[in-house]
């Protein structure tokens, strides 16, 4: 998912790399752009450190070792546990934060680039998750408890919460209307300029300014709250024989069969956006009845490229496929 700057209104753009993806950062004020750049990326850096699952000295990766015990933790890192425990609740487990384990097994245990080069076999055995019940979040006290040998994984959620919350600071401290994604995760606060951020929707991953040369992709216009797709296709890997993907299916430990490849919904915040598209493609066919009844506008594109809408999703976009 990429976001383009409508011509109606002057806005200014950066993009740099951060937890593992692409940050893209658009302000209508241009000369705020540096100053919010300086706070999105001063957050960033605050979420890798409480959130991050490669980094040895994360708080994450310190609760491995708690072995069920109360531990408290930063607000921040308490927060970013609610919402995973949140999108856990409300997609029935779909999307689960105890993957962490499965993740490890089918090699997604370093950062994505590193991911790619590795060519260690692994060994892929059916195995259900611990399922999100197992944690407790006690947010009056700031303590969470994760059973001995669970590992956490806040991939699913993390960044589109990032996003959510960085938005609404910048918003709010510069006065102005702003847009962060975070790897096609996008979160929009402050007032939009007129028409609504433009967003381009796309089955294939690539730069903002560039017409995909592949793929079906439609341009919306988000004018609040957030946008996120997920897909089988764009963070792809190979060991030993097995095609391999980032997706996880809780009840299998293995990446997803889903015959979506690419979800976008638009909700009140990103990380519902984000939990909702994730959910939906491990819930396969049954996602579009899902998300009709949950009113969540979404746009799911089979394996065979047909595009298939829920209501509420934009029917007058621009839908071009090539």
Request: contains cysteine; proline residues 6%; hydrophobic residues 40%.
């Amino acid at each position: 998912m990429t976001t383009t700057p409508p011509g109606s209104r002057t806005t200014a753009a950066t993009e740099w790399r951060a937890l593992g993806t692409t940050v893209r950062l658009v302000v209508t004020d241009p000369a705020l752009l540096e100053s919010c750049n300086l706070l999105l990326a001063r957050h960033l850096a605050e979420v890798d450190a409480a959130c991050s699952r490669f980094r040895p000295d994360s708080e994450l990766t310190a609760l491995d070792a708690t072995a069920g015990r109360p531990v408290r933790v930063s607000p921040l890192l308490a927060e970013a546990l609610d919402v995973a425990l949140r999108a856990a609740a409300t997609t029935d487990g779909a999307v689960d934060p105890t993957v962490g384990s499965a993740m490890d097994a089918i090699g997604y245990d370093r950062d994505f680039t590193l991911v790619r080069e590795d060519d260690r076999p692994v060994r892929l055995t059916l195995r259900r998750t611990p399922g999100w019940r197992t944690v407790t979040l006690d947010r009056a006290t700031g303590t969470v408890t994760v059973p001995r040998g669970v590992r956490l994984d806040l991939g699913a959620t993390a960044k589109a919460w990032a996003a959510d919350r960085a938005a609404r600071m910048l918003a709010d401290t510069a006065g102005c209307g702003v847009l962060v994604s975070l790897g096609g995760d996008t979160a929009v606060a402050g007032e939009a300029p007129a028409g609504g951020w433009q967003i381009r929707v796309q089955d294939i991953t690539g730069p903002v300014d560039e017409t995909p040369a592949q793929g079906s992709y439609a341009t919306v216009g988000l004018r609040g709250g957030g946008l996120a797709t997920s897909g089988t296709t764009a963070r792809r890997w190979q060991r030993g024989g097995h095609d391999l993907h980032h997706i996880v299916d809780p009840r299998t430990g293995l990446p997803v069969r889903s015959p979506w490849r690419t979800v976008s919904v638009a909700a009140a915040t990103c990380a519902d956006a984000n939990a909702a598209s994730t959910a939906a493609l491990v819930k396969g066919e049954g996602a579009e009845t899902w998300l009709t009844r949950l009113r969540l506008p979404a746009r799911l594109v089979t394996r065979h490229g047909l595009v298939v809408t829920t209501p509420g999703w934009p029917t007058d976009v621009l839908e071009a496929a090539a």
